[in-house]
């Protein structure tokens, strides 16, 4: 079957970093997403990776070892604002999003 | 500006009533999906048409129905065979997969209640 694995919830400190692992087995691979969402909201897009290797945009960057089957969501300098859930989604062979769970991240100051 | 839309907000339904669910984007998507979101589990597909006049079934369309009659709108219709529809529906668009760049964008959420 197809799965997606992130821990359930986490916690930081304020100006800290944390990183959100995500690993999946799913069938085929065409792309791993990263999504944030907050309470009572829709999910909003934060990258997209399909290529191995780590990329970075302004405070957030994803990684990808498609070998490895994970990847990771990397949060720098951690603002209140960023206290949401981070969901982990996967595109399959059939061009379908397979979705984890999602990480509560809970930011302390 | 562009975007996807959902109404209502809060749908409250009564037992053995089909209510619809409404989803509106003015992205130019050519695919539209449907999800369910549940506390604790991942969101599930509903229903996903990837051109007017067609859909295919998600992984848990039993007791929801859906039709695509223009390229802007996707309305669902939960039925009264569905049985536990409390939830958080998610409509999203994007082009059509394949293409590269198949990032889901989505609308505000319709919260559905049971009274």
């Known amino acids: 079957g197809q799965n997606i694995d992130q821990p359930t919830e986490m916690t930081a400190t304020e100006g800290a970093i944390v990183q959100i692992n995500c690993t999946y087995q799913t069938s085929g691979f065409n792309g791993l997403f990263w999504y944030q969402q907050h309470a009572g909201e829709a999910p909003t897009f934060l990258s997209y990776n399909v290529l191995d290797g780590l990329e970075e945009k302004g405070r957030f960057s994803s990684f990808l070892s498609r070998s490895k089957g994970y990847s990771y969501l990397l949060l720098k300098e951690l603002q209140m604002k960023d206290s949401a859930s981070y969901l982990c989604?996967?595109?399959?062979?059939?061009?379908?999003?397979?979705w984890g769970a999602g990480t509560k991240l809970i930011i302390k100051p | 500006d562009g975007g996807i839309t959902q109404s209502p907000k809060y749908l409250f339904r009564k037992e053995g009533q089909n209510v619809t669910l409404s989803c509106e984007q003015n992205?130019?998507?050519?695919?539209m999906y449907w999800y369910r979101q549940d506390p604790g589990q991942g969101l599930r597909l509903i229903y996903y048409s990837q051109i007017v006049n067609d859909f295919q079934k998600g992984d848990i369309a039993e007791g929801y129905s859906v039709s695509r009659e223009k390229k802007e709108s996707f309305p669902l219709t939960v039925t009264s065979a569905q049985k536990n529809p409390t939830a958080f529906y998610l409509c999203a668009s994007s082009i059509v997969p394949g293409q590269g760049g198949e990032t889901q964008y989505f609308g505000p959420g319709t919260r559905l209640l049971v009274l």
């Open positions: 989604a996967v595109m399959d062979s059939n061009y379908q999003l397979i």
């Open positions: 992205l130019n998507h050519d695919a």
